[in-house]
């Protein structure tokens, strides 16, 4: 960890560089020099983004991030780089797209410890960069943040994927994920996002207007299941949240990846009244992790810094809830791909704002890259938001690219919204099982119901968005497939963690 800590990016800037760059950035930050804006960055696990007052949501109560969001700009269009955990992180901690650093699935790190990051750019523009909760990390890895609040990033990362046999649609029986729908005090989620909250308080009770400014990235876990909330905060939605709307035939015609993620995932037949507690206790888990993120920010503005925070508030992906019959996340439909994004900054921007432009976690990145006026590597992905942020009606390229490689699926599918339309591309997983596609006018069906795919009309439109994918990825998705077919199979070249070792110990006897 040392040693990760004092590692310097290739990109380092000299002193005098960096000098410049602050008299430069003063002015776009509407900053004096040598006072530059901390940046607070709080990122929730698994909010599906219509799930909060702010987004219209008249059931949950989130009175903390709707205050937040009243006092900034919300942006209503913002997704994740890939609904699943560990490859959005890579992808928020490398600014690239997930493709691009072999952040395949869960068991994935960056191609080095060393990897240009976020925070080590941060660093080299002269502030501190600290991480408090989970950003599921190997637990060699840092990435050029220092840890607070305790060692919460502790997974032994393998390489290793596979994938399902298209064919094979067979399910175990109901996922024992359910039996964890339930009132409870405790729970990992619940002592894990306890601890972040302590660790994030306790820091900016001590940080000092006098000190770096500082970029600190808070992570908490909920509302990603185990879906256990205290019995209080269960009860305010009994018999309150509606059930999934499900047209009739939909589920038969879902891909062919999806279907595979509902059978691999065991949730076919889910009884209605799990999927009614389930929706309940959700939202009971989005209120509790509101309350904690509301002390988190009750500590900024006890310690004097607030008027010189920028605070930016997202998740890594959404929630399905049941929506077309599936649960957690890993699909690309908004329920699991829309993250919440609000960034709060009174000082420059005027609160009560929304922004509806399309726009993705690499851009918010290459925000709070610009906001503290790093240099950013020029093989980057993403945009700077700031010119959206100062003005509705800047242009902006109005795109979104959301990939996932990962587990439960025949092959691996990329999703692409620009404007109102959502085209979604699914890898042939052999030669017997052809590439399929999914087009959606978020417009008129924002239920993602009516794939408008094979509609002759479409063509003009499903063609050039097929384009813009491949152009913004430098690849097109199908040699991706291979290269994470290949990278999954060969894994990476380290010794076994101690917990795989004692299992094939047991398994010798």
Not at 87 to 95: A, D, E, K, V
Not at 307 to 323: F, K, L, P, R
Not at 430 to 459: C, F, I, M, T, V
Request: proline share 7%; aromatic share 10%; glycine share 8%.
């Amino acid at each position: 960890m040392k040693q990760d800590a004092i590692r310097m990016t290739p990109s380092a800037i000299c002193p005098v560089m960096l000098q410049l760059l602050v008299a430069h950035c003063a002015f776009a930050a509407g900053a004096v020099i040598g006072h530059r804006p901390n940046i607070l960055v709080i990122m929730s696990d698994e909010h599906n983004a219509s799930v909060l007052g702010c987004y219209g949501n008249r059931i949950v109560r989130t009175p903390n991030l709707d205050r937040l969001a009243a006092g900034g700009v919300v942006f209503g269009a913002a997704y994740t780089n890939s609904p699943l955990c560990v490859p959005c992180r890579l992808s928020f901690t490398s600014g690239k797209y997930i493709s691009r650093v072999g952040a395949w699935n869960n068991n994935c790190w960056l191609p080095s410890a060393d990897y240009p990051s976020i925070a080590r750019i941060m660093n080299a523009a002269g502030y501190e960069s600290f991480l408090c909760g989970k950003m599921h990390y190997d637990r060699t890895r840092r990435y050029g943040f220092t840890e607070i609040g305790g060692n919460m990033n502790n997974a032994f990362k393998s390489g290793k994927g596979n994938r399902r046999r298209p064919d094979d649609l067979v399910s175990r029986g109901l996922s024992d994920r359910f039996r964890d729908f339930r009132a409870g005090d405790d729970s990992n989620v619940l002592d894990h996002d306890r601890r972040v909250t302590a660790g994030a308080v306790e820091f900016l009770t001590r940080r000092q207007a006098t000190d770096k400014p500082f970029f600190l990235l808070v992570g908490y876990l909920a509302p990603h299941f185990p879906l256990i909330v205290p019995e209080p905060y269960w009860n305010r939605y009994k018999g309150k949240v509606p059930a999934p709307e499900i047209p009739a035939g939909l589920l038969d015609s879902l891909p062919l990846n999806y279907k595979h993620l509902r059978a691999g995932f065991d949730v076919l037949n889910v009884p209605p009244d799990t999927v009614r507690k389930g929706r309940e206790l959700y939202y009971g888990l989005t209120e509790w992790v509101d309350n904690e993120i509301g002390k988190t920010l009750e500590a900024l503005t006890n310690s004097g810094l607030a008027d010189h925070t920028i605070v930016i508030y997202t998740a890594d992906h959404g929630e399905n809830m049941g929506e077309h019959g599936l649960w957690w996340k890993n699909a690309v439909y908004d329920s699991a791909a829309r993250v919440p994004l609000m960034i709060s900054w009174p000082k420059r921007w005027p609160g009560g704002q929304r922004r509806d432009s399309v726009c993705s976690l690499v851009d918010v990145v290459r925000t709070i890259a610009d906001l503290g006026c790093a240099k950013v590597p020029a093989d980057w992905n993403g945009s700077s938001l700031c010119g959206v942020l100062d003005d509705p009606k800047a242009a902006w390229k109005d795109l979104a690219i959301s990939e996932y490689y990962a587990h439960h699926i025949a092959s691996g599918y990329v999703m692409c919204r620009k404007g109102p339309f959502k085209y979604v591309y699914h890898t042939p997983p052999d030669q017997k099982h052809p590439a399929e596609r999914e087009l959606y006018d978020l417009r008129s069906d924002p239920g993602e119901w009516h794939n408008l795919a094979a509609d002759p009309a479409q063509k003009d439109r499903l063609e050039p968005m097929h384009a813009a994918l491949v152009k913004e990825l430098g690849e097109h998705p199908d040699k991706a497939e291979l290269r994470c077919r290949a990278d999954g199979a060969k894994g990476y070249d380290r010794a076994e963690s101690p917990t795989t070792r004692r299992q094939r110990a047991r398994a010798a006897q």
